[in-house]
């Protein structure tokens, strides 16, 4: 429903990662190569970046689909930055809540962003409702499905899970609800990338060290893009990326250190656990 993308490397500007690769996110809004569900990603965007020496990130968010905003091409073209997460969206309801409904979502240094829908939304979650604290729930920047994914996510960050186990949890608790719902999620404090992949595509490309890149699709036709099996979890920093299933991740004081890659952690696209379908 929404293609997304997070960045951690070395600053450059917006543009470089978001409007001039041949296959970027920009172009994903109306020409996007890999999605599974909707063809045109118009009901809004967004983007979240973060400046140095300050851990709260900005965000530029808008209703209507990127290529029509002009303020945002001089943006792009200007703002530097090493750590960045921004979406085009589809809506499953067009018009639902306008700019407040497009993610970036942010809290604090988090930014987030869900690629997905939830099958009969509201009503097929109603019965999570009790684990997210009402003045959360009152404070939702929007009535949909991914503002109250990530409401339940960050309740989770909050109680002190490291990124990756919230995110996790979260799958298992929607999915669990709402059977068939589809949870590419994706959440980075400007250090670190959590995602999870539940019935979409997501890719890394991670250059140890130097950049590390998870998005829905490839922005270009290098060759040292992964694809990353359905139902896994992806924690990342800039020297690598680490990949396991959904299922098996458990919950870990959020102070532990950063995700690199160690010897049994997957490396290059070759994860030790077969590829599922999706849901």
Sequence with gaps: MCRHLACLGPEEPLGRLLVEPEHSLYRQSWAPRRQR??????????????APDDPQPARYRRAGPIWADQSFADLARVVRTGALLAAVRDATLAGADGEAAAAPFAA??????????IPGWPRS????????????????EARTDSAFVWALALDRLRSGTAPGPAL??????????????????????????????????LFYLSEPGHRTVVASEPYDDDPRW??????????????????????DAVAKPV?????????????????????????
Excluded at 38 to 43: E, K, L, P, S
Excluded at 125 to 140: I, K, Q
Excluded at 231 to 244: D, I, K
Aim: overall charge negative; aromatic content about 6%; charged content about 15%.
């Design 37 to 50: 569900y909707g063809t045109v990603n118009a009901d809004g965007f967004g983007v979240g970046w973060y």
């Design 108 to 117: 604090g240094r988090w930014l987030f962003s869900h690629n997905g829908a």
């Design 125 to 140: 979650v109603a019965s999570l409702v009790p684990l997210v604290p009402p003045a959360d729930l009152l404070s939702m």
């Design 168 to 201: 996790a949890e979260t799958v298992r608790q929607v999915a669990g609800a709402a059977p068939g719902a589809r949870l590419n999620l994706l959440l980075t404090d400007g250090e670190t990338i959590a995602a999870t992949t539940w019935g979409d595509s």
């Design 226 to 247: 992964r694809e990353v099996p359905d139902r896994t979890l992806l924690t990342a920093s800039r020297a690598g990326v680490a990949l396991g299933p959904v299922e």
């Design 255 to 279: 102070e532990d250190p950063a995700p690199s890659p160690t010897p049994g952690s997957v490396r290059a696209g070759a994860p030790t656990f077969p590829k599922e379908p999706c849901t």
